[in-house]
């Protein structure tokens, strides 16, 4: 898997720097699966330098064990970004589960403002990572002026150029998937996806930005697996998701991450296992199923 050309053109991409942070060494990108209740994956979340998590999907309570307390970064989609700035400017609860534990809003000069409610050495987000084009700028205006008052929360947002790099990676990956594992992409769509998913976003800006990756949550695919579909959310994937996004072939990629050891998947529902092991066995290659830790 690491000799695939697109393995190598992705490692050969310049390393990026966000919001001031350049090389980490450690990240966790940990997504919203509801196989990750079924396991106490938390200590191992948290022990990361860098976590990366996605929408408004909850890390207190019941949910702690299972997939840790600390988040550095939030990647929003579209829906969600409209959502919690609507919910904070109409000073509703502030629906970002970080936020809503370490600042608190106030009104300044006529505006609403986040200032933080804790010692500033105890906050953990760093910031909010937004990637959908389709409201990138009022979002990124939103943000930017509730975050004004709190200097180490802060908004980026991916830039067109970055995006579309995304998707020129994700293209090789494809291409490569077709090649050598065609009994995999049969199960793709005909045609390019529509949109990645925040996921595919976090992991390909985590490939440049991180030493080691290590992934929750993200692959999962096929059935409902245990737990739901989002763990504290949806039973089921909306149609949009469907429309939108290539699920079966982003979930190829990121086993290929792993079989190269560019990342590792730290965890798998059984359906995706399942369905891993029976590909396996029908094509004979190596290895390129996620390897549950």
């Not at 988040?71 to 700035?85: D, E, G, Y």
């Not at 959908?132 to 009022?138: F, I, R, S, V």
């Not at 469907?242 to 086993?255: L, N």
């Amino acid at each position: 898997a690491l000799q695939l050309p697109s393995m190598q053109a992705l490692l050969k991409e310049p390393k990026l720097t966000m919001m001031g942070t350049s090389q980490v060494e450690s990240c966790a990108v940990v997504g919203n699966a509801g196989h990750l209740t079924q396991k106490a994956y938390g200590k191992a979340v948290d022990s990361h330098n860098l976590v990366v998590r996605f929408n408004v999907q909850p890390t207190s309570g019941q949910f702690k064990k299972a997939v840790g307390g600390k988040t550095t970064l939030r990647f929003l989609n579209q829906a969600r970004s409209n959502f919690v700035c609507k919910a904070a400017t109409t000073r509703d609860q502030v629906k970002l589960p970080e936020v809503a534990k370490e600042y608190k809003l106030t009104q300044r000069q006529g505006r609403t403002k986040l200032v933080p409610s804790v010692n500033s050495t105890a906050l953990t987000l760093h910031g909010v990572v937004l990637w959908h084009p389709g409201n990138m700028l009022l979002a990124h205006q939103c943000f930017s002026d509730l975050y004004s008052d709190a200097p180490k929360l802060q908004v980026a947002a991916l830039s067109r150029k970055l995006r579309e790099d995304m998707r020129v990676a994700m293209r090789r990956f494809r291409r490569d998937l077709e090649l050598y594992f065609p009994a995999i992409a049969r199960d793709f769509k005909p045609v390019f996806a529509k949109e990645l998913t925040s996921g595919a976003h976090a992991l390909l800006l985590a490939t440049r930005m991180c030493s080691t990756i290590s992934i929750f949550g993200i692959s999962a695919y096929g059935g409902v697996e245990q737990g739901g579909y989002q763990y504290g959310g949806r039973p089921q994937l909306r149609v949009s998701g469907h429309r939108f996004h290539d699920w079966a072939m982003e979930s190829a990629v990121w086993r290929l991450l792993h079989a190269a050891s560019v990342a590792t998947v730290c965890s798998v529902d059984k359906a995706e296992e399942a369905l891993s092991d029976s590909r396996r066995g029908s094509t004979g290659s190596s290895d390129t199923g996620s390897r549950p830790q």
